[in-house]
């Protein structure tokens, strides 16, 4: 077991420092407040190489592991929530399943506009009465000669109406009627019969729209069909979307580390009763239980990142366990820390000038998004004591 990173990736560690401490931290409010795509961060991401960074080197990529990606995620985050998590989907998300199921063509498009378009592809599961319950979802993709006819709506999609690329869960009926469980299918943005609906005014992470995605008699090509595999169909999606849950842990890490930076640094100026805050004792457990909570959640999940087994067609994805582990943990700790930086605040904390109270609402979003914690703790709970989940096929 080696805790050292390589020369290599303390330079992008530097590089992901360095960019979101120039280029993305002055920004972070307008994404904010205006509900802006930060499409300039996007730009100059994708000129430093940070998206698709795992996508394999035959189609343009730099076939990086995942703990690189985790590691850039971490650093961005400190001071762009939003400009982080756009790092997630454009490395792991849909991409992951597309690279790990999808077809040669498919792969090769979605590299394209990643690498070529600063395109986020989305990921389309919950529906209004299926989150958690994913297998209750209602869209269905009904094959008709050699195309589908798909039908349903879906919500909450992160970055629905930005992004070109669209992977939906749908239950598949084949063109003999017969259900072939849930399945995965790629819908491009201006496929006709696919509209966008309500864009949810979110607590937090504000820059990238949360929107409703509507289906209605929308035909699209065999081509596109990801997954349908009526036994493991919906088992290899959930596979695919651990590497997100690590994406969307390390987001919440960063945040809560950005924070906790910004706590100590104040701490060492701000005085009362005569004295600096950092001289309490009181404070300074605070500081140091914040500390143990950030230091026990990066190891989750880089360990999470570095075990990522090479499961299907090459594609690096995290075990279902140390995935869910790492992700409830990091959340729920997270969580705390920031809440308990912009403490050290006082009112200022609370206050828009400052970006902490941004911080607690952005990061409150990863106890819920890419799988709740009670979720996560069903999936540990079923690993713990072998029971198997009930995918209803
Ligand atoms: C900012 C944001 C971004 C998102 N982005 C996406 C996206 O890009 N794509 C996408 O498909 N979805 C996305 N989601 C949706 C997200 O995945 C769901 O909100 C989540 O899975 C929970 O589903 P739900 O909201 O329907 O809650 P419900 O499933 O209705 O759950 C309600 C409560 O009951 C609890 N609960 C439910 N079942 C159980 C159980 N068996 N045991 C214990 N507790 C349980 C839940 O933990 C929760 O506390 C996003 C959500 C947010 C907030």
Known sequence: MDFQLTSEQKMLVELADKLGKNEFASKAA?????????????????????????????????????????????????????????????????????????????????????LEEGDKPAIGMTEPNAGTDLTALKSTAVQKGDHYILNGTKHWITGGTISNTHL?????????????????????????????????????????????????????SEENIVVCDRKEGFKKLMNGYNAQRIGAGTVSLGIAQGAHDLAIEYMKQREAFGKKISEFQGLQWMVAEAEMKLNASRLLLYRAACNAQHLANNVMLPQMMEASIAKAFTAHASFEVVSDSLQMFGAAGYSRDLPLERMLRDVRMFQIGGGTTEAQMNMISRGIFKTRFDYKK
């Open 168 to 220: 939906i869960f749908a239950r598949i009926i084949d063109k003999n009627g017969v259900d072939q469980g849930i399945g995965g299918i790629l819908v491009d943005k201006g496929t006709p019969g696919f509209t966008f609906g309500k864009i949810e005014d979110a607590m937090g992470l504000r820059g990238i729209p949360e929107s409703e995605l509507i289906f209605e008699d929308c035909e699209v």
């Open 30 to 114: 307008r994404w904010d407040k205006n509900h802006e795509y930060p499409w300039e961060n996007v730009e100059i991401m994708r000129q430093a190489g940070l998206l698709g960074m795992t996508i394999p080197k035959r189609f343009g990529g730099r076939e990086r592991p995942l703990i690189d990606v985790v590691l850039v995620i971490e650093q961005i985050a400190k001071y762009c929530g939003v400009t982080a998590r756009i790092v997630v989907e454009t490395n792991m998300g849909a991409l992951g399943s597309i690279m790990a199921y999808g077809t040669e063509a498919q792969q090769k498009l979605v590299a394209k506009r990643i």
